[in-house]
Structure formats: C-alpha cells, structure tokens
C-alpha cells in the first residue's frame, strides 16, 4: 500500500500514459508511472517520495512484449525479472535479473522499474550496455529508438515524462560467452560493493559495471583480448578510467571497494 492520498490513471495505450503524465505534471503536481510498484511503494512507505498520481501501465500491451521477434530478443518494460530469469531467453540478462533483491521481490520488480527507478545500481542494464541493445522510448510526440549505449551509460537517464516502452537487441548475443560476478559485504542477497558483467565478442571481452560509482557503466575504450601477464594491469587501468571517484558508503570504504573491483575485473580475464 501507498500511505498517501494519490490519483491512479490506468491508460490502455501509450499516448494515453505519456499524455497523462504531462498533464498531471502542468497542473504542479508529481506523477509516476506504475509497472511491479516495489520501488514506489517502499519509497512512499517510508517518506523518501509523495506521488501526486500514479500511471499504471499494465493495460499497455507494448509493455509486455517479450520473446524472438524478427532476429530480435525483446524485452518489455513490464516483463518481471522472474520472467527473464525463467526463461532462459538472454542467460546474461537472467543472471543479472537473478541477482537482484531475493525471489519474491524478483517476481514484482519489472525490467523497466530496475532499469530507471532511483535504486542506484540498476543491474539488469549492464549486460544491456554490453550488447548493442536498443530501447524504444514514449514520448508525447511518438515513439522514439536509442542505444542503450548513448541513453543510459555512465548515469545518463531517461528524459522527465518519458515512458521506456520496450529493450531489443540481437538474439546472437545469447550464444557469446559471459560472466557476471556480484561481490556483496556479507550475504547472497543485498546491494554489491562491485557486480560485473562481460561477454567475449570477437576476442574483445566487454565488461560493465555496477557499485564502484554511483550509476551502471560501461567503459568501451579499455576493452581488449585477454592477454596473459597483462590483466593485471589492465584491471587497475580500469581504475583510473573511472568517470567519478570510487564510492564510500556503509558497504565498504573506497579503498576496500576498489580493491574488490579491480580482483573482479582481473578474475575474469584470467578465467
């Protein structure tokens, strides 16, 4: 339950979602859209947010897409983690989803509510980043494509009032070979002091990163082969490409979530 009073707007399309929005908005007060909700209801739940009015998307079929379609792996904003995890369609994506919150949580939290809540580490993007993955986007004006590359790397974020629609990307990314490493302070379950995703793509390994700072990122120019004798070296190159510092909080010191960081990255190129 959400502990304020709020107006609830279930649009059939997305015209109708993204035009609710905007009106909402005009008239000073503060919408959200609504897929899984466990975001906003633990939010309001403890004061960190008061909606205005809450958007439920759950009537827009587009939303809810998921499968092959065209060569296309294809994603919904609305598909539950649980779902991708299931299904086996994307095992990158499924490990990443797997990871995040416990099984019952997984079960609400949409792909889309992971990919643009608040929650700072947002790790079902990162085997995204690393696969030349497309967003569909609403808009008042229509519908609009991205990479996810140019829309959300390195803390960029969807545009206010804008609806993320749909995720595709290629279905031969599923057949690279991948790894994904969460490394938390004490238990299976809980936010990561560092989780990692990569992929070999044509000998380069992609790696993508979610906890050193304080948004998912993927770092292109420091890809490179494996190379025995140098991973090392390359893990700590990582380092010093990072946009902003290493982060400090409750879950380890900068100093001891670098360290975990730059293991990480060496771990995998020598695996």
Not at 146 to 154: G, Y
Request: net charge neutral.
């Amino acid at each position: 339950m959400i502990p304020v009073n709020f107006d609830y707007y279930r649009p059939d399309t997305l015209k109708e979602a993204v035009m609710a929005y905007r009106d909402i908005k005009n008239a000073g007060l503060k919408p959200y859209y609504y897929g899984g909700g466990t975001e906003i209801i633990t939010m309001s739940r403890v004061g960190n947010i008061t909606p205005d009015a809450v958007i439920d998307i759950k009537n827009i079929p587009e939303c809810y897409e998921y499968g092959l379609n065209n060569g296309k792996m294809v994603f919904g904003a609305g598909v539950t983690l649980t779902k991708i995890v299931e299904s086996g369609l994307f095992p990158l994506l499924g490990k990443a989803c797997g990871r995040v919150a416990d099984h019952s949580a997984q079960g609400k939290i949409t792909l889309g509510g992971n990919i643009c809540g608040t929650v700072i580490y947002r790790e079902s993007l990162l085997p995204l980043l690393l696969c030349d993955a497309e967003i569909i986007v609403a808009r008042a004006d229509g519908l609009h494509k991205f990479p996810v590359m140019e829309a959300l790397n390195s803390g960029k974020r969807l545009q206010e009032g804008e609806l993320l629609v749909k995720v595709s990307l290629d279905k031969e990314w599923a057949k690279e070979k991948y790894w994904h490493i969460k490394k938390v302070k004490a238990e299976k379950i809980g936010y990561p002091l560092v989780s990692v995703s990569a992929l070999s793509h044509q000998g380069i390994v992609r790696m993508a990163f979610s906890g050193a700072c304080g948004f998912p990122l993927r770092i292109a120019e420091m890809e490179s082969a494996p190379s025995p004798g140098q991973n090392e070296k390359t893990a700590r190159g990582y380092i010093l490409h990072l946009p902003s510092p290493v982060r400090e909080d409750l879950e380890g010191s900068a100093k001891y979530r670098e360290w975990v960081f730059q293991n990480t990255i060496a771990e995998i190129l020598n695996s």
